[in-house]
């Protein structure tokens, strides 16, 4: 099994762009989880859904950041219009299910905003 | 909401043995983890012990739980070079959400 998948590992752009993280749940897995991790705040859950469908995004911080989840395989967070403030390591994570115990990481994306 | 809270830096010696201690303030905490970050990765799952239990070993770990005192810890014998990386404690209370701590940086030494 590969892992979680996560694309692209570095992104660097410029304030005000829009920036669109990639991520490949582990295949089976139901459920999907985005943090974002800064040295300030540590880990934050950003998002999590179930069977594609967003559950609980109330740790998004405001209307700038959207993801989706068009099918089991996939989902993309994305940044419009980016921020300095935004520059972090963003990681996905999936899940066998919501009551499953087990939260396996991808590697994260590094995001620096200029 | 809920605190949890690590010491942010252990040195200890190849060979020795590290304990990485963590608390929460959460009294309805179910399951308690510790997760390891080397450079550049992801967080790795080592083990996670459920509330009603007190001690989990699982080869070189050791997890001990207080729920009383809500003091988890992480005990790492023989400690290696490769041990060297970020640890972090976090629990869940209920359904999905895990409740991290900031991480501890261990650094093995030669």
């Known amino acids: 099994d590969a892992g979680v998948i996560q694309s692209p590992r570095h992104e660097v752009t410029e304030m005000g762009q829009e920036v669109t993280l990639r991520c490949k749940p582990i295949s089976g897995h139901n459920s999907l989880f985005w943090y974002r991790q800064t040295m300030m705040r540590g880990l934050e859950l950003l998002i999590y859904?179930?069977?594609?469908?967003?559950?609980?995004d109330s740790g998004m911080p405001e209307d700038r950041f959207s993801a989706k989840m068009p099918n089991a395989s996939f989902s993309t967070l994305k940044i419009q219009p980016s921020e300095p403030r935004d520059s972090a390591v963003y990681f996905c994570a999936s899940s066998p299910g919501p009551e499953n115990n087990e939260q396996f990481f991808g590697p994260g994306t590094r995001l620096t905003v200029l | 909401g809920e605190d949890v809270e690590q010491s942010l830096f252990l040195s200890v010696r190849e060979g020795d043995s590290s304990v990485i201690n963590c608390t929460y303030t959460?009294?309805?905490?179910?399951?308690l983890y510790w997760y390891k970050q080397e450079p550049g990765a992801g967080l790795q799952l080592l083990t996670y012990i459920f509330s009603n239990m007190d001690m989990k070993q699982d080869q070189r770990l050791t997890v001990l739980l207080n729920k009383k005192d809500k003091h988890l810890s992480l005990r790492i014998a023989d400690t290696q070079t490769g041990d060297s990386a970020i640890y972090f404690c976090?629990?869940?209370?209920?359904?999905?959400?895990?409740?991290f701590g900031k991480g501890t940086s261990l650094l093995v030494t030669p």
């Open positions: 859904f179930n069977n594609n469908v967003p559950i609980d």
């Open positions: 959460d009294s309805s905490s179910t399951y």
């Open positions: 976090a629990e869940k209370s209920s359904g999905y959400a895990l409740n």
